[in-house]
């Protein structure tokens, strides 16, 4: 899969990764790490939550976002080296047996003002279920290399 640098990308390209299957066992090997809430963790405890059964961290689903991004095909140069994040929602719960897929937006880039060798991207994810549901969106800032910052070999003639 070839690289894409900063001069590769346009405002308004989409990229898709996915679907990648949530299973129970994976949001309570998850929760149990690093979210041990019963609400993850339990599913008698979960049942009786106002979600009504057992749903994945926010967290989780934020990591399975970043998973599915990676495989979309976006593949930026040097990788994913994010700066920053903004707007994180999770409007629906991921359950168990939901099918994710990431949807990646370009809706800036610029190249950097005082490293001339990289450029600055903004990327909007959407994460839906199988029933196109929207359970997580984010505003993400990430640094991308400039192709024409890369040094060529000096050629002899």
Known sequence: ?????????????RFEG???EVTE???IEFAREFDPQPIHLDPKAAKESI???LIASGWHTAVITMRLLVKSGLNLAGGTI????DELRWPKPVRPG???????EIIGLRPSRSKPDRGVVRI???TRNQNDETVMTMTATVLVLRR???QQPSRKD
């Open 25 to 27: 066992s994976a949001i």
């Open 148 to 150: 024409s910052a890369i």
């Open 1 to 13: 899969m070839h690289e894409r640098y900063l001069e590769d990308l346009r405002i308004g390209a």
């Open 51 to 53: 979600f009504e059964g």
């Open 18 to 20: 996915g679907p990648y």
């Open 98 to 104: 939901d099918k994710l897929r990431a949807e990646v």
């Open 124 to 126: 909007r994810y959407t």
């Open 82 to 85: 994010g700066l920053g994040a």
